[in-house]
């Protein structure tokens, strides 16, 4: 059995993964035409490359499908239940940072933490009758995140896309979203509780604890982490 | 584990015992509105619950528990005074892999009753302690009201006491907003700087400098909460005295009769608590009645804070001493709000609780 090694398979992601293996003496790379989701890993015996979307690996490590992979932290976070039993960090890896963030509209002068989104939530509630609406597509992060701070009578609406401009277009009156710059939140009128920092996400890899490892495999395993010189 | 025919035989029995004690036999349908079980519980609910769509009612709910329908069934067509007994499944997602079911059965007896509220409570309590008594549980018992009455008793602004009425289910919030209004931590750095410009600008001009107005919450709500917020800088902190009488109250943990002495006592500083302690003692004398050996049953003030939200009155568990990994027995307690909630307008006094059948097998199969 060979090390399978999931690695996302387009874009700047899995560029930036394959420049951060190369650094350290690894060459990933992809094969066939350009089309085609197929790929090597030069300089190692045992350890096969399989180009997946970043969403997926999550999935996969968790059901032991591959041993390794490349995805952000938000998304295992996410994506996974009890993630802490079914894999193991090994190595942020410095790029793809992206912060999932609450925020409120900058006209709310009265709310800028956790504790003041608390209150305006129960006062929403008693004057407009429904629950004040987040609008997010990390549901999972937000409520563990939410539940920790106590608060109370909010909603998450889903917002896969714009999240941002959903407190304009009246669907939220706050949102939790990714953000690097802060850019778009400020062009729609939107700002950060000081304590809103729900999870600095990274692209890291990861190591499942789940898949059925052979003598072999944790041979062609150590053999990986001391060429990227992990710490084990 | 025992099978699920054993189970559902156990629970069989419990539900006849249940039957045999007064109760009539009802059902609850397994689909339940997602948006109830949501503005009862709240956001949280979703983690617990398993969520699924219906092309025409929309959102909905496996039921989580019998307590709600049951509670709608009563509100909408019971006759009064109703013992109710049901037994099924219910379903709860399991977000950590610690080996809990997700779906099991529960065989509950519910009293809605505008008689006696502690003679119902002695008379729930005294059923299940009954039915359990072969497997020698011990008994945990609080009770909400007592914590409510304290809140309400204390000397500070009605928003005060709503806040942490709100949050007495979240301790660790309760917390920070009792120190806060305390005056044991100062007030957060950016609610500070806000106050002071508003005491420079006024709200208005906070307001106008505040940027762009967009989304439902307007500004006159914004300006609500600021005046609130002046308001509340302006009051002065929670004497010492009443906060130390509260957390007295919340690590009471004693056996009955001197968790009864004590709360008279504290009530002697804090009046408004005399009635919820005089319901306690009318309490005990109803178990008593009943056979109870209240001299050796627990109360802890506390009890039931973290777990059970609708419950605001007496409250109760059992527990094998012998087994600390499994959850409760049994469980159940007082929610004469939820019915007022759920009744659209009218209420009535209510208490029950459920036992877990499985849990029953595991036991009575260990001692075997």
Known sequence: MTLKLGVPSKGRLMEKTFDWFAERGVTLRRTGNEREYAGAVDGLDGVELVLLSAGEIPRELAAGRIQLGVTGSDLVREKIADWENKMRELEPMGFGHADLIIAVPKCWADVETLDDLDAAAAAFRSEHGFRLRIATKYHRLVREFLREAGVADYQLVDSQGATEGTVKNLTAEAVADITSTGDTLRANHLKILTDGSVHKSQATLFRSRRADWTDEMRADFMALARKLGLED | ?368
Do not use: C
């Open chain 2, 1 to 368: 584990m025992a099978s699920k025919s054993a189970i559902r035989a156990e629970a069989a029995r419990l539900f006849d015992r249940f039957q045999a004690a007064g109760a009539q036999p009802v059902e609850a349908s397994v689909l339940q509105s997602a948006d109830t079980l949501l503005d009862l519980y709240g956001e949280d609910i979703r983690s617990r619950a398993y969520v699924t769509a219906d092309p025409l009612q929309g959102e909905m709910m496996l039921r989580p528990d019998f307590t709600v329908p049951v509670v709608q069934m009563h509100m909408s067509d019971g006759a009064e005074p109703a013992r109710y007994t049901y037994m099924g499944e219910v379903f709860r997602k399991q977000e950590h892999d610690d080996g809990r079911p997700s779906e099991y059965f529960q065989v509950g007896y519910e009293v809605f009753d505008r008689e006696d509220p502690e003679a119902a409570d002695a008379e729930v309590f005294a059923l299940f302690a009954d039915v359990l008594s072969p497997l020698g549980l011990r008994a945990a018992t609080g009770d909400i009201g007592i914590l409510l009455a304290a809140v309400d008793g204390l000397n500070t602004s009605d928003r005060r006491k709503a806040a942490l009425k709100r949050h007495l289910w979240r301790p660790r919030r309760f917390r920070t907003l009792l120190d806060r209004f305390g005056g044991r931590t100062s007030m957060p750095e950016t609610r500070a700087r806000l106050l002071k410009t508003v005491k420079k600008v006024g709200v208005d001009g906070v307001l106008d400098q505040a940027g762009a107005e967009i989304g439902l919450r307007d500004r006159s709500e914004v300006a609500k909460r600021i005046t609130a917020l002046e308001e509340d800088a302006a009051t002065p902190p929670i004497a010492a005295g009443e906060v130390d009488i509260l957390d007295h109250i919340l690590s009471l943990r004693e056996k009955s009769p001197n968790a009864l002495e004590n709360l008279r006592d504290i009530a002697v500083d804090l009046p408004n608590i005399s009635g919820a302690v005089q319901r306690l003692e009318r309490r005990l004398d109803a178990l008593s009645a009943k056979g109870v050996d209240v001299s050796k049953l627990d109360f802890e003030a506390s009890y039931g804070r973290t777990t059970m939200e609708y419950y605001d009155g007496f409250v109760f568990g059992f527990y094998a001493e012998s087994r600390p990994d499994l959850p409760p027995l049994a469980s159940g307690g007082r929610y004469d709000a939820l019915t007022r909630v759920l009744g659209q307008g009218r209420s009535i006094p209510a208490v029950g609780g459920v036992i877990r059948p499985a849990q029953v097998l595991t036991l009575t199969e260990g001692k075997q």
